[in-house]
Each structure stands twice: as structure tokens, then as C-alpha cells.
């Protein structure tokens, strides 16, 4: 079966690390001459930064302690199936940007923390690559996971990815310690009920194991460097993969399970290199000849 415009989904939460993971698809990208659309899914949010504070306010005086940008009420999940849908039949789709900060907004004369007008995508793309929370989302009667081609979920154990968070928010935006548990405490709910579940969804998954102490996320000190980590690598369906190739090429590297590949946590940029490589290649050639 051939695939007329490819979707490529990294999915995982804010801290994940799916960032450093889209720097090494945009690496195979431009190495293989691939002209990829990048869409961040901020810029799926229903809310810009100042109609979420809002938002959060009426929340609480509702007593809904749960409203988070993890849960499908904050986000335009719809609209995101759209275009995954839209983008897989026409290479086509409506894309907007979130704006973070001044030097993103400077361009468009906007404020830090709003959205830009939606818009088109232009014809001619080869793939499409989405990094963000719902990649793989499933809630309400949507499916955003069903118009992917490649689903990678990114995951540290879930102290790490608060240890993560922790100094990020302190240190990045000021915020108390208080008010990060509060944040993590407000999310839970809908981590558990979306998010998490993703991450079954997924062909691979990445999950970073720190090696030294994480047991209180909310007094360490540090971020576990990545030579104090391993990474686990988990596929659905390890029958295509070589695991004897990538564990010939990727030094001190086991296998934990038949589907399970355990990396230094330094080798994990040379494993998703071996690893996505070869499938993104796949994706390009099983585009009908007529579409290249």
C-alpha cells in the first residue's frame, strides 16, 4: 500500500525531551534531502497564554481542580485530526504557530504567548512532522493516531520527567515549588487518561532510566546527565528490526525483552539515527511515483 504524504508523530510531555528528538529527525531530514512541514502541537492549545490563565480562573471557581493543556478540553484535538487527515490524502492542511517568546513573536509583530493567523500549508512537501503532547491522542470520538504513518513516543520515568520540570519552571520561569507541585498535581488526571495511553499507540518508544538517585524529585539538585542514564528503547513490532546490526553499532547496548533494546544514554542521538533512518526512507519510497 502505498502512502501519499507521510505523517511522522513525537509524542510526549512537556520535559520529555521530544525536542532533542525532532533536532535529529530535522539532521535526517536535511541530510537526505527531505523537505519536512515541522508543526509544534502548542500551537494546537485552544487557549494563548493569557486566555489560559483565564481559563484556569473559572476552572477553579468551578471547582475543577483538573484543567490542564494535558486534557482535550485545552487543545483543538479536532483540528489536529484534521490536518493529519487532510496533510495524508493532499499534503495539504491548516497550520498556525505559537509565539513562546520575544525573539518568535519580533517577526509577526505580535506578543509573546499568542497564536498566529491559520494558514494553508504550501503544496510540495514531502512529510509531515508533528512534535507535541497528542500526537497520538484518542478521546471524544477523535483519533488523531489513525492518520500517522510513524508514531514515536518519548517518556522518562516519571521522576526524571519531574525532576525535569521542576528546574526548567524555577529556573526558566520563576515559578515556587509550590506552585510546580500544583501544576503536576492539577495534570495528573488527565496524564493518566491521555497521555499516558499514547505511549501503547506508539511503533517505538524512548524512555530515559536515570542510574544515580531520583527517589524526591522535588529536592534534586541536578538533572541526571545523559552518560548518567540509560535509554529503553521499545518496538511493536521488533520482527523488521536488526537488532543485531544496532546492537553491534551502538557500544555496551543489551536487549532486555525480544521487543526491547537498552542503550547508554549518550548513544541514544547514534540509536534514533539508525533507528528512523531507514524507516523515513521507507515512508519516501512507498510514495507513488507520480507525487515525488
Known amino acids: 500500500m502505498s502512502v501519499k504524504h507521510p505523517v511522522v508523530a513525537i509524542t510526549g510531555s512537556s520535559g520529555a525531551g521530544t525536542t532533542s528528538v525532532t533536532r535529529t529527525f530535522q539532521e535526517i531530514f536535511r541530510r537526505e534531502g527531505i523537505n519536512a512541514v515541522i508543526v509544534e502541537g502548542d500551537s494546537f492549545h485552544r487557549y494563548d497564554r493569557n486566555e489560559m490563565k483565564l481559563a484556569m480562573a473559572e476552572a477553579e471557581q468551578q471547582r475543577n481542580l483538573q484543567f490542564s493543556h494535558f486534557g482535550p478540553d485545552a487543545n483543538m484535538l479536532a483540528e489536529l485530526e484534521s490536518l493529519f487527515r487532510d496533510y495524508g490524502e493532499s499534503g495539504v492542511g491548516m497550520v498556525r504557530r505559537y509565539l513562546h517568546d520575544e525573539g518568535e513573536a519580533k517577526p509577526y509583530g505580535q506578543p509573546p504567548g499568542t497564536f498566529t493567523p491559520w494558514e494553508e500549508l504550501a503544496p510540495g512537501s514531502d512529510l509531515l512532522f508533528y512534535e507535541g503532547l497528542h500526537g497520538a491522542a484518542v478521546a471524544d470520538g477523535i483519533d488523531v493516531a489513525q492518520y500517522t504513518d510513524l508514531l514515536v513516543g518519548v517518556v522518562p520515568i516519571v521522576n526524571l520527567e519531574w525532576i525535569q520540570k521542576v528546574h526548567r519552571d524555577r529556573t526558566e520561569r520563576g515559578y515556587s515549588s509550590e506552585a510546580i507541585i500544583d501544576t503536576i498535581l492539577r495534570r495528573m488526571p488527565d496524564y ?101
Open 192 to 292: 493518566v487518561k491521555y497521555i499516558c495511553p499514547q505511549f501503547s499507540r506508539t511503533y517505538v518508544n524512548f524512555q530515559r532510566v536515570p542510574t544515580v538517585d531520583t527517589s524526591n524529585p522535588f529536592t534534586a539538585r541536578t538533572i541526571p546527565t545523559a552518560d548518567e542514564s540509560f535509554v529503553v528503547i521499545r518496538f511493536a513490532d521488533p520482527k523488521v528490526i536488526d537488532f543485531p546490526y544496532l546492537l553491534s553499532m551502538l557500544h555496551d547496548s543489551f536487549m532486555s525483552r525480544p521487543n526491547c533494546i537498552v542503550v547508554p544514554g549518550g548513544k541514544m542521538e547514534l540509536a534514533m539515527q539508525l533507528i528512523f533512518t531507514p524507516l523515513i526512507l521507507r515512508l519516501m519510497d512507498k510514495r507513488p511515483k507520480r507525487l515525488r
